[in-house]
């Protein structure tokens, strides 16, 4: 079900970055294809299965592509897909841009509301699930919406029993691909729809182009591959906005190898690193958290290891000081959103500038500073966030009042966040301007009191929530994992050491073993909201 899909970029600016070479101007697919036809026998992909060329990772994609053309997914429908890393969701990326079709990725263990809401407002024709996560029967609950959307024509699922009226992805293999033509749509027409869980009612879906993929996120990944071996190991779902410059910007625009695992778990990760040897591991700040507490850690070959990649959440000194002396690598803080923003730390930067989200890269995107009137303000001074670029995304899908909140004029994007970029061009995020906990009309930044905590030693991670107070409006509530039995008031003086106000000071505490994450590997602040309401003690 075809639909019209607005660019609020001037088609003008677009143009301009292909000509100067930001772009190489080609689809994903195409892309891809050039590292097939160059490089035949580099590894592609290396998953649970082992490791797969370019050259036969290009056949599954092939019949994959025929199979979708076989269900009569033409170019420009979205196909929805959902289930764990592997090379099969690797292929599908590409064998959906080679229908030229629109892929939907979503990281499995999304709810069955969230799955309704994705399908219903991207009018999907094609869901590719996996047959279930856990208890959670995916095929069935997908296959139950059929009803409801007259636009779904198929629900595909993966593992297990078939559920009646799915079709298996073996029916999908089984397409003859002797004759398939790709298609070669155009590199600025939509590609992917990123998905943002952010602040509003339902995720937020974001449209990106070929180009915006390919050259913007691409142009990221080339400024920080350090060398010619890329071999990347991504922890995070493929299907979250982190994990979508893997497919795109690693292999299509990189022709580098990914390393691929289900779902993150710190003993198979360290397996991976010592048997597969990426040179660069992505993941979010608690992924390395709970990877730098392990027991097997001292005991494994990091030595491929040149970069350590860490964003979709804001790192803290103290976990980069730790990831950087015990992973031996450099550590790459990026600063990203599936809204349109990248900026990252690099290799030859100063110590003292770890801590800052790096200097922008006007080849992915610019980044500009405004006060409430939208002006920019000189540097040091803090302000709103706006970014515009190669790697801007189109525009956001079927929500005219997202446009309007947060495009502006000549395509920059609104990103709700607060930051200032110094004298030298290093660009420090503050926080969202949304995040932050008010308190008796005191705004109180969550991030600069987790920062401190985590200095803690007995700290292994942490999140601080507002929960109600019929006071106070909020009180902030430390979430702390942990395996000591920590007070309140241990917490508050070592924050006082540290010179924090006392009006920052978290008010209630709840200790856990570990903090729990969404399907984007972030903590679920929702879920830590939940149990600080239940739990906290003051």
């Known amino acids: 079900m075809n639909r019209a899909y607005r660019d609020l970029v001037p088609a003008s600016l677009r143009r301009s970055w292909a000509a100067d070479g930001r772009y190489q101007d080609l689809d994903l697919y195409s892309l891809f294809e050039r590292h097939v036809e160059r490089c035949p026998d580099r590894a592609a992909v290396v998953d649970a ?101 007259p636009g779904l024509r198929s629900v595909i699922t993966v593992g297990g029993a078939t559920p009646l009226g799915c079709v298996p992805m073996s029916l999908l293999l089984a397409a003859d691909h002797s004759d398939f033509t790709p298609a070669r749509p155009d590199p600025d027409s939509a590609a992917r729809i990123l998905v943002s869980s952010g602040s509003e009612a339902e995720p937020k879906m974001v449209v990106y182009s070929h180009n915006a993929l390919a050259g913007g996120r691409g142009r990221f990944i080339e400024a920080i591959r350090g060398g010619e071996d890329y071999r990347a190991l991504f922890l995070m779902p493929l299907g979250t906005a982190f994990g979508s410059n893997a497919t795109p910007a690693t292999m299509a625009a990189n022709g580098g190898t990914m390393l691929v695992q289900p779902r993150f778990d710190v003993a198979s990760t360290l397996t991976m ?128 009042e997202l446009d309007a909140r947060y495009r502006l004029d000549d395509g920059w994007v609104r990103l709700g966040d607060v930051g200032r970029i110094d004298e030298d061009g290093y660009l420090t995020v503050v926080g969202r301007r949304k995040d932050v906990i008010i308190r008796g009309g005191m705004n109180i930044s969550p991030a600069e009191v987790e920062a401190l905590l985590l200095t803690h030693e007995a700290v292994r991670d942490v999140a601080c929530v507002a929960i109600p107070d019929p006071v106070f409006g909020d009180r902030m509530c430390a979430c702390v994992a942990t395996d000591t039995a920590l007070s309140l008031v241990d917490l508050t003086d070592h924050l006082s050491g540290q010179g924090l106000e006392p009006r920052k000071l978290p008010e209630r505490l709840v200790l856990l073993p570990a903090l729990p994450l969404g399907a984007a590997g972030k903590v679920d602040r929702k879920a830590l909201t939940e149990l600080a309401v239940r739990l906290a003690t003051p």
């Open 49 to 149: 299965d082992g490791e797969i060329s370019y050259t036969h990772l290009d056949v599954l994609v092939r019949r994959l592509a025929a199979g979708l053309t076989a269900l009569d997914v033409h170019a420009g429908d979205v196909v929805a897909v959902q289930l764990p890393n592997s090379r099969l969701s690797c292929a599908l990326d590409f064998a959906i841009a080679a229908v030229g079709g629109i892929v939907l990725p979503f990281p499995i263990g999304r709810g069955e509301r969230d799955i309704a809401s994705l399908l219903r407002r991207s009018r999907a024709v094609v869901a590719i699930t996996a047959g279930s996560y856990g208890d959670f029967p995916c095929g069935q609950k997908t296959f139950d919406l059929v009803g409801d959307l």
């Open 273 to 400: 690193i010592e048997r597969a040897r990426p040179t660069h591991v992505f993941g979010v700040p608690t992924m390395f958290r709970k990877i730098l507490d392990s027991p097997d850690l001292a005991a494994t070959d990091l030595s491929s290891v040149r970069a350590v990649v860490l964003g979709g959440s804001a790192l803290d000194a103290e976990t980069a000081r730790h990831v950087s002396e015990k992973l031996t690598a450099t550590v790459i803080n990026v600063y990203g959103s599936a809204d349109g923003v990248n900026c990252h730390t690099a290799f030859t930067d100063p110590p003292a500038k770890v801590g800052t989200a790096g200097r922008p890269n006007p080849v992915v995107c610019e980044i500009r500073i405004v006060d409430d009137s939208l002006r920019p303000v000189p540097a040091g001074h803090t302000g709103e966030i706006l970014a515009r670029g190669p790697m801007s995304p189109m525009s956001y899908l079927a929500a005219p």
